[in-house]
DNA sequence: TTGATATGTGACTCATTAGTCACGTAACCT
DNA sequence: AGGTTACGTGACTAATGAGTCACATATCAA
């Protein structure tokens, strides 16, 4: 899991992501040339990380390699991470509603 | 939003978030007693990131400093970003319960 | 006021990361 | 075979991040 928060902090990556979103199974020819701002190889790097965290499964096909977005590890951090916190945000609203409601301070 | 990613990528940030789920408006030296593999200025840092993702709220009181939780941003990357990618999650299920229910291959 | 406590700042070191490049390998095509 | 296309590797540089320390400031308590 420790991966998956670490890949997903670089925008660069997440914007990887978002193009498997919009075209899952794109070349990695294919995703570099999206990233005009980088070469090959940097874009490769982030691949490499996103693989590490399972974020992107990688199925080779002759000489090209076709990547795929997988959205588990994604839903696992919002199952057993985000949604521990997800109760605070309700009781969060339930005590910001009560405070406008029922000011007591000016 | 990039702030929040970029904090949730440390281990020692999000154990941080943890102590503070666990018990809120904690001081600073409370939280860095916590930390004994590190010093005080290195846990303040940590803080730094997480007040400047706005993850955790600083409230002064004489002189000290108490921190509390706020799961809004979490809450928002979960909404914004994170629900994007669960409708394919759910997708995946159904394919793999598919791949299973049916098999074509050995 | 004096001493102790709680937090803050700036400069510094060390490790990690991002990104590039030269070069290498493997597959496709004719 | 020979050229071309697609991807991979290792070494390198520059930037960023983690962590520490000396020191400074503000507050409390007697």
Redesign the pocket.
């Known amino acids: 899991m420790d991966a998956v928060f ?1 890949a997903l902090a ?1 925008p ?1 990556r997440r914007e990887v992501l978002d193009a498997l979103f919009v075209e899952d199974g794109q ?3 294919q995703l570099a040339e999206r990233f005009s701002e ?2 090959r ?2 874009v ?3 691949l490499a ?1 996103l693989e590490e965290a399972d974020l992107v499964i ?1 199925v080779r096909q ?4 076709r990547l795929y977005l997988n959205p588990v590890p994604i839903e696992q951090v919002a199952n057993r991470w985000i949604s521990k916190y997800a109760a605070r945000f309700t009781s969060a609203l339930v005590a910001l509603d009560q405070h406008i409601t029922t000011p007591e301070e000016a």
Not at 62 to 65: E, M
Request: cysteine-free; charged content about 25%.
């Open positions: 670490r670089d660069t070349t990695v020819t980088m070469t190889f940097g490769m790097k982030h990380v990688p002759g000489r090209t390699k």
